[in-house]
């Protein structure tokens, strides 16, 4: 999955009115991503069981915080309520495929596929736009193919199975970008919760279906992976990120992301032994640089 923000950038455009909470709120849903792919690896379900998990335990939590939001913000016509749930399908998607790659491929390489969402989401923008692409927009996406090379290379180095790996990181980004492309038409004064929990309520069923038929366990022995999971990348991560878009621009979010694959392949050096070489560390330098200039590329150009 993706990492990245749940609903993309909000509807108000972020401006300069931050203030330390923020900037902590931002840095700590950053850390509590990049901790994702580790905890799913931990857990003694299979990897998209896990995401069931993350997905059912904190389901009441999202229940519960979009009731707190206006009632105005809550109501969505059975059109909308359809195209939310099938949204959810897709998210469903993504975390199922993210999660199989990241038991297969570097926690870190998981990390920056699975944040892929962002750049294809611009990369669709540029063909249904009737504009020529910017010049950040082009380098964006140059960096990014530069970076994914290098990386998918260093994986078939290692084995077949590494770039499995990547390839189905990869595919949850691009699941990931049909969530945000889907619900972007319809967040216009509505509560980021109650979206929240009508997409996650639709994901469980898929997540578990998907669980079984990959013959997986689904019952933990041990259920502090999967808590940690669900608190960190559900509740903190996406929770923290929503509170804290609005307040900052684009490249500020772009650059705290950069954050997170730096700390997942610290996590899987420090706990799986996960050596990265100079190849694997220009390959995600190249693709974090190419996730900062698409978040700073939503920006609207200036006429």
Known sequence: MSTAPALSVPEVRPGHDWTARHLLALLAANVALALGAWLVRLADTGPVAAGFWRLTLALPVLVLLAGREPAVQRRMSPGVIALVMAAGVFFALDLAAWHFGIVRTKVGNASLFGNSGSLI??????????????????????????????????????????????????????????????????????????????????????????????????????WTPLVALALSSQLIGQGFLIYSLRHFTPLVIGLALMAQPALAATVGWLAFGETLGTIDVVGMVLLAVALAMARAADKPAKD
């Open 121 to 222: 989401v611009m990369v669709w923008g540029l063909a249904t736009a009737r504009r020529a692409p910017r010049v950040l927009e082009v380098s964006a996406i140059l960096a990014a193919l530069a970076g994914a090379g290098l990386l998918m290379g260093g994986s078939l180095e290692i084995s077949r199975t590494n770039l499995v790996g990547d390839l189905f990181c990869l595919l949850g980004g691009a699941f990931y970008a049909v969530y945000l492309i889907m619900l972007n038409g319809v967040r216009q004064g509505r509560g980021q919760y109650s979206l929240l929990a009508v997409s996650t309520a639709a994901s469980v069923p898929v997540m578990l279906l998907a669980a079984v038929l990959l013959g997986e366990v689904i019952m933990p022995r041990d």
